[in-house]
Every structure is written in structure tokens, then in C-alpha cells.
């Protein structure tokens, strides 16, 4: 019999398994892809942005939910660990701008590799194309697992202690299909309700069509609720047919996919029509603000907005010059904002219509109405209730010798390499299968 049973082989259940083997105890790893690291290797754009090298104390204010039980986790394998780690396996890494760390090479498969095979060195025996169906328990305790086997065949493995490791539900494609959900619900945990975050945010804005593939380096954003101003970020911001997506959309989308949920359901309780409730969202409740010249304030755009004009022939067009302003995915969208057509010429251009320009380079205003669903979320938010999860092992409150680690748990966190070490920092702590 196995001592420990982990189920995923994320990074959370590589974590968790590879601890558990070095301490020396038997492991069965069960993974129902064909390899392991699936997610891993295609994180931070395929370079893995596997942690931030941030003071702790910054990191723990990345950290979006249950920060403070996450904080024990963190506090016994945190990011300076997480890089000595891969440092010791033979992972160079850089530390980029942000404080963002990825592997020298660029290649996420090498952090998913060194993991597998720091599994393997330790003996751990990993099954792939095996699929959990269910955690086996007794008088409150575990006792085993069911599984379907590559042959399609299914099995059982009897083990006092099972790691559950199976990730949220976002990217499904890579594995992670919420099978940790069903379990911990069969076994009587809490699941916080759970929504993409980290997701591509979709807008009414009449010209969105127009913005596709539009990505700005520099821009500065605020997201508004009801008119208050939730958040503000500087950076990379992108539209495409997924939304609008881009670090700095990304960091807002936790808090503008709460804000569109809870509008739905106060709808909901009000019992209004569907139509109205789009009404209600279309009034930009949720609304993200753009600042598209951040370097510049009013009056040095409109200096040089006027600098242009002089060096222009009065019959060239408006386009012409806000070409000279913007990429050009913007001319048309924002030359329909000031309402003042892209082919007129700019010796008609007024005053008025000048410091609507102006207005509009330091605010544009795209309406938020919804959120690219969980196949495009980089992570998922909510998941198995962490106050029925004892912060200091991960073993259940529930159930003796049932453990949880990674996105499974109620944890998400701002992108910025934040969640992969959530994932290894409660995937170790677990494999210690602390009583
Ligand atoms: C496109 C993308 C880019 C990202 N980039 C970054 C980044 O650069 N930095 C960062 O910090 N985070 C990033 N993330 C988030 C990060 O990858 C995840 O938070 C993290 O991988 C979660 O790890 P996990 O082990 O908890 O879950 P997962 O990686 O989802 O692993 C769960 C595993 O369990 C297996 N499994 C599920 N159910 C069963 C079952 N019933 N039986 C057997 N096996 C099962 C799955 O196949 C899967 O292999 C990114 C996510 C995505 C989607």
C-alpha cells in the first residue's frame, strides 16, 4: 500500500509528491493527461513565470483570496525558496521587470520537466491517462481511491493519505475540469462559488470591432464601479476577439467579473428581465477608463496636438493626424468619439472639437458588460472553502487524511507568477502530510 495517493500532476501535485517522496514515503502520482505539467508548459505565455522574486510582505498583497491562510504555506516555502529550488535542479533563472521569474532558456517544459523528474529521482510512480472518479471514506477518514486506467478499466488503490491536486477549471483543455470540486462536495466541503478571473474583459463599445489586435504598451487604466474608482494599473493592455485582455486588463478582471456578478444577481433578486438587466450593465456600470497619452498631461497634449496641426497642410485629414497620435486600429474608433469624420480635413477642426479629442485621449470610456468564460481565464476563482482546511497541514477539517493543494483551494492571485507559487507552496506544505 501506498502511503500517499496525489491526484494532478500540476504543479501543485508534482510539488506535493515530490515532498512527500523525499521524506521518504511511497507515492503514487494519478494523472489523467498523457504527461504531466500540461498547464505549467503553456503558463506565462510558454516562458513560465513560475514566481515573483518580491519582498514577502509585497507578495502576500498579490495574493487575492484567503491571503491569510495562504500566508503559512508561503511563510514555510516562499519565492526565494521556490528559486532556490529550481536553481538546485539546474533551472537557471531571470528575474525580469516586475519581479517576474522565468527560466533563462524561455521554455516553461523546462520548470515542468525538472519537476517530473525530481518526482522520478524520488521514486515517486506516476500512472498517466488515469482519471480519479472518486476518494474513498470511511468514519471520516480516507481509505482509498477509484480510478479509470489508461485501458479504460476501473480500479481501486486502498492509502490512508490522498493529496488532491486537481486545479481549477479554467484552460479545461489542459486537465483541470473541476473533478476537485465534485470530490470535496461528495465528502460535505463548502465550494466558494466559482468564476474565471484573470479573464479577458468583453465591452459594448461601439467600435470594439475596429480594435482587434490593437495592443498598447503604455496605457493607464482605471476601473470604475457605480462611478467609484476601484483600481488603477499602468502597462500592457490588448483587444482581441476575446476581449480585452493584457496584464492590465487581466489585474482589473477580478474585481470587474465580481462587480458583473453581483450586478446579475441583484438583478436576479429583483426579478427583473433579462433584457433589463443588459440595460442596467449597459449603464457602464462597470466601466474601464483609459488613458492613452499617460506621459502627458492636458495641456502638453493639447500643445502638441496644435504642433502637429501647424506642420500639416490645412486639407489633409483628420486621420492624418491622429495617426500621428495613436496606433492606427484607433483612428477610426476614436475619430467616431470625437464625431468628427476621419477624412475631413483639419482646417475644419474647431476648438470644441480639439478638446474633445483631448478628453478622449485621457479617458476613453469602454462599458464593461461581461467576461470571457473559463476557457480563456488564466485562473479560477473560489473552490473548496479554506475554512474547512487546517492552513498549517492542508489536511481537511473534515475528513482525516484528506489534503488539498493549488487552485482546487479558494485562493487566486493577481498575474505576475503569483498563482504557480500558491500552487507550490500549498503543494508542499501537503506533501509533509502533517497530522
Ligand atoms: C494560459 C495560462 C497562463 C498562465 N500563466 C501563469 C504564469 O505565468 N504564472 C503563474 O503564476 N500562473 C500562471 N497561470 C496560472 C497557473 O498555471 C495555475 O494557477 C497553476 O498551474 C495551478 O496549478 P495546480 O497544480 O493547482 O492545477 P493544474 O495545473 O490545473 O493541475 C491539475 C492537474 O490535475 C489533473 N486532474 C484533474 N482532475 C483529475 C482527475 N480526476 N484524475 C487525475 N488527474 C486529474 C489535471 O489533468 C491537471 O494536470 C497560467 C494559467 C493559464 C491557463
Not at 482509498?144 to 486506467?149: D, S
Not at 488532491?164 to 460535505?188: C, E, K, L, Q, R
Request: hydrophobic residues 40%.
Amino acid at each position: 500500500m501506498y502511503d500517499a495517493i496525489v491526484i494532478g500532476a500540476g504543479a501543485a501535485g508534482l510539488m506535493a509528491a515530490a515532498e512527500a517522496a523525499r521524506a521518504g514515503r511511497s507515492v503514487l502520482l494519478l494523472e489523467k493527461m498523457e504527461k504531466a505539467g500540461r498547464k505549467i508548459r503553456i503558463t506565462g505565455k510558454g516562458r513560465c513565470n513560475l514566481t515573483n522574486a518580491r519582498p514577502a510582505e509585497e507578495f502576500i498583497d498579490h495574493v487575492r483570496a484567503n491571503a491569510y491562510f495562504f500566508n503559512v504555506a508561503f511563510s514555510e516555502f516562499n519565492n526565494r525558496a521556490t528559486i532556490r529550488f529550481f536553481e538546485r535542479l539546474g533551472v537557471k533563472l531571470d528575474i525580469e521587470r516586475g519581479e517576474r521569474v522565468f527560466p533563462h532558456s524561455g521554455k516553461a517544459w523546462d520548470i515542468a520537466n525538472a519537476l517530473t523528474e525530481y518526482c522520478e529521482e524520488h521514486g515517486v510512480e506516476i500512472m498517466y491517462h488515469t482519471r480519479v472518479t472518486e476518494i474513498l471514506t470511511l468514519g471520516g477518514r480516507v481509505y482509498g481511491v477509484k480510478y479509470i486506467n489508461r485501458r479504460g478499466f476501473e480500479r481501486k488503490e486502498e492509502c490512508e493519505n490522498v493529496i488532491v491536486a486537481t486545479g481549477g477549471v479554467s484552460y479545461p483543455s489542459t486537465g483541470s475540469t473541476g473533478d476537485g470540486y465534485t470530490f470535496a462536495d461528495a465528502m460535505g466541503h463548502t465550494i466558494e462559488p466559482v468564476r474565471p478571473a484573470l479573464t479577458p474583459l468583453r465591452t459594448s463599445h461601439p467600435q470594439r470591432e475596429y480594435l482587434n489586435g490593437l495592443l498598447l504598451k503604455n496605457v493607464g487604466a482605471k476601473l470604475y464601479v457605480d462611478n467609484e474608482l476601484r483600481q488603477e494599473e499602468f502597462g500592457e493592455l490588448g483587444f482581441s476577439e476575446r476581449g480585452i485582455e493584457g496584464a492590465v486588463a487581466l489585474r482589473m478582471s477580478r474585481d470587474a467579473v465580481d462587480a458583473l456578478i453581483d450586478q446579475r444577481r441583484a438583478s436576479d433578486l429583483l426579478r427583473v428581465s433579462r433584457a433589463a438587466v443588459d440595460a442596467l450593465i449597459d449603464q457602464k456600470r462597470v466601466k474601464l477608463v483609459l488613458d492613452l497619452k499617460p506621459a502627458l498631461d492636458a495641456d502638453t497634449l493639447r500643445e502638441r496636438i496644435r504642433r502637429e496641426m501647424a506642420d500639416m497642410q490645412p486639407e489633409e485629414f483628420f486621420a492624418e493626424l491622429l495617426r500621428k497620435l495613436v496606433p492606427k486600429n484607433l483612428v477610426v474608433p476614436l475619430a467616431k468619439e470625437v464625431d468628427f469624420h476621419s477624412k475631413s480635413y483639419i482646417s475644419k477642426l474647431t476648438d470644441t472639437e480639439i478638446e474633445r479629442l483631448i478628453k478622449i485621449l485621457k479617458g476613453m470610456v469602454f462599458p464593461i458588460t461581461d467576461y470571457a468564460p473559463f476557457e480563456y481565464a488564466v485562473v479560477t476563482a473560489g473552490g473548496v472553502s479554506c475554512d474547512e482546511v487546517n492552513r498549517y497541514t492542508m489536511e481537511s477539517v473534515k475528513v482525516k487524511g484528506l489534503y488539498f493543494a493549488g487552485e482546487v483551494l479558494d485562493i487566486d492571485a493577481d498575474t505576475g507568477g503569483y498563482n504557480l507559487q500558491v500552487a507550490f507552496s500549498t503543494g508542499r506544505l501537503a506533501g509533509q502530510l502533517k497530522k
